[in-house]
DNA sequence: AGCTCTTATGAATCATTGA
DNA sequence: GTCAATGATTCATAAGAGC
């Protein structure tokens, strides 16, 4: 089992009372993922070192090598991965002497060929990306997350991550319209009038596969790859309370965090000391956000 | 010259005041554009049938066949585009049995072999995407606009799409930040500063790389694939007036439309009777947006 | 003119049925 | 079997009507 595993490890904040564990792991996540056995986690997220980024902890992985640095961890990933789980992939290719690079594409195509499903690419619109100017391009202000599965049947909690309907919703509701009739209508019993009936009541629609959040810009010395609002977007919309969350490039710790906000157990593995000893550090202490408290999220 | 090329073929609106030309050709792009002169053009903006879209029109091309079947015409765009031009692709794929199909990363690949640049991608963040509820999957809110080049030295003028200063401008500016402070403080005498000041007068921002464009859904019998807005940015971006802008799959005529209305030449082809004849019907009559008229783009 | 309210519909996707 | 056609689902926008 997970827990006989991770006894020897870094475990922090146990919460005794709903048996959550946090474990943060030092070291290649590679190494440390041979331990654990088929199908432990029900969520991969992770934003892993961009190529030629974060150059000190990591070594500065090429361009042109970044595709073969990284597929023998996917491949990894692929078994340590439920068949009903999820792998979130944050990543955006550098622009490369006036180009975009290509390796994140010849990453989907590769991962592919290992047997992951591309089933989606959501959009991070990063509402307040950094200010800069170029001749030849504009501000960066988005970063893809690629969504792989093992199967078509995966497991997915849409209403978790539900947003406030805008303010199309006082004007129609109010009174349905002919079309909506119609369209009804032509379908003699069809389901949707009592859709319609749903909506009612509804505060809430579902999103779309762009997701818009600020980048987190606090005084924090050291900066998350991403906000923490968006491994919790993903922990809420692919697990439920008390399944396993794993980030092989934890970074300062956000995606543990956010998953012991959201009572899910998790394991974040750091290869670099000073980012594993930020993590351990940013789990102190213990911090719990009720899910009733969860931000809400932007239409727009 | 153009000019004689596009004796023959219809040419509408010909606005003698500014010698602006408005050409349609009706066939194939690639039979069409045999007749064109290398480097005839400053950009091409269009956006191709999508994979088993327009089946009536295009016969349907197939996913695992799309690929081949655009990479003639791609090879054709490079010849006829001047070193100085834009190519802007708009294009998405198409879920294919629970996954995203791949011939858009093949199609990147494909075509940097023969020669473009992959400069790059805006994101269309379609603000009211079409309904629907799946078990596995959101609303798809955003297309891709790849942008490619001949050469590192291509025409941009970035003032021309500016947009008003949003919110980020009355919540980051009004006061700076700390960390702004900080960063500002931690290099003596570094451009950020300047920068700031400079901000604190204008009115008006350089835009991202994400573009925030309701699709046309009016009572208007035949839509465009694109919003006209969509393809007027990449014109004032990309273009000066006068100068000539090619759509090898016109549809209803958006592109010419836009090109019209900002006083440049455009050469519009498209292979469909019933599209084509709609693009000469929504050309007529001239109609002249001036350049001071033309809208705002939203920030968000 | 400006406002509210009504109405149509959009490069969608999945599950099911029919050829 | 494979493949094509149909049905079910659903949100944000703009045009148009009415005041």
Same mark, same amino acid.
């Given at each position: 089992?997970?827990?006989?595993?991770?006894?020897?490890?870094?475990?922090?904040?146990?919460?005794?009372?709903?048996?959550?564990?946090?474990?943060?792991?030092?070291?290649?996540?590679?190494?440390?993922?041979?331990?654990?056995?088929?199908? &432990?986690?029900?969520?991969?997220?992770?934003?892993?070192?961009?190529?030629?980024?974060?150059?000190?902890?990591?070594?500065?992985?090429?361009?042109?090598?970044?595709?073969?640095?990284?597929? +023998?961890?996917?491949?990894?990933?692929? $078994?340590?991965?439920? +068949? /009903?789980?999820?792998?979130?992939?944050?990543?955006?290719?550098?622009?490369? !002497?006036?180009?975009?690079?290509?390796?994140?594409?010849?990453?989907?195509?590769?991962?592919?060929?290992?047997?992951?499903?591309?089933?989606?690419?959501?959009?991070?619109?990063?509402?307040?990306?950094?200010?800069?100017?170029? +001749?030849?391009?504009?501000?960066?202000?988005?970063?893809?997350?690629?969504?792989?599965?093992? &199967?078509?049947?995966?497991?997915?909690?849409? !209403?978790?991550?539900?947003?406030?309907?805008?303010?199309?919703? %006082?004007?129609?509701?109010?009174?349905?319209?002919?079309?909506?009739?119609? $369209?009804?209508?032509?379908?003699?019993?069809?389901?949707?009038?009592?859709?319609?009936?749903?909506?009612?009541?509804?505060?809430?629609?579902?999103?779309?596969?762009?997701?818009?959040?600020?980048?987190?810009?606090?005084?924090?010395?050291?900066?998350?790859?991403?906000?923490?609002?968006? +491994?919790?977007?993903?922990?809420?919309?692919? /697990?439920?309370?008390?399944?396993?969350?794993?980030?092989?490039?934890?970074? &300062?710790?956000?995606?543990?965090?956010?998953?012991?906000?959201?009572?899910?157990? &998790?394991?974040?593995?750091?290869?670099?000391?000073?980012?594993?000893?930020?993590?351990?550090?940013?789990?102190?202490?213990?911090?719990?956000?009720?899910? %009733?408290?969860?931000?809400?999220?932007?239409?727009?």
């Amino acid at each position: 089992m997970l827990n006989r595993i991770l006894d020897a490890s870094q475990s922090l904040n146990t919460n005794l009372e709903r048996e959550i564990q946090t474990n943060i792991l030092f070291g290649d996540c590679l190494d440390k993922l041979a331990h654990f056995p088929d199908h &432990s986690f029900d969520l991969i997220v992770t934003s892993p070192p961009y190529a030629d980024s974060r150059l000190r902890t990591y070594g500065g992985i090429k361009p042109d090598d970044y595709v073969e640095w990284f597929l +023998p961890k996917t491949q990894e990933f692929l $078994r340590v991965l439920k +068949p /009903t789980g999820t792998f979130i992939l944050n990543i955006k290719e550098k622009a490369v !002497e006036g180009e975009r690079h290509t390796y994140v594409l010849e990453l989907i195509l590769e991962m592919r060929k290992q047997g992951w499903l591309w089933t989606e690419e959501f959009i991070w619109h990063k509402k307040n990306c950094y200010p800069g100017k170029w +001749p030849n391009r504009f501000r960066d202000a988005w970063e893809r997350c690629l969504q792989f599965n093992k &199967s078509r049947k995966f497991n997915m909690y849409q !209403e978790a991550v539900m947003v406030p309907m805008g303010d199309w919703a %006082e004007t129609r509701l109010k009174k349905l319209s002919n079309t909506d009739k119609v $369209r009804d209508e032509s379908k003699v019993g069809s389901g949707f009038g009592k859709n319609i009936s749903n909506w009612l009541g509804r505060e809430k629609v579902y999103p779309t596969n762009v997701i818009h959040l600020p980048t987190e810009c606090g005084n924090k010395k050291h900066s998350a790859a991403f906000p923490k609002a968006l +491994p919790e977007w993903f922990i809420k919309l692919f /697990t439920q309370e008390g399944d396993w969350v794993l980030d092989p490039f934890l970074g &300062s710790g956000t995606t543990c965090k956010a998953a012991q906000g959201l009572y899910r157990n &998790s394991v974040g593995i750091e290869i670099s000391p000073e980012y594993y000893d930020l993590a351990i550090a940013n789990l102190e202490p213990l911090q719990h956000t009720l899910f %009733e408290e969860s931000g809400q999220y932007a239409t727009r």
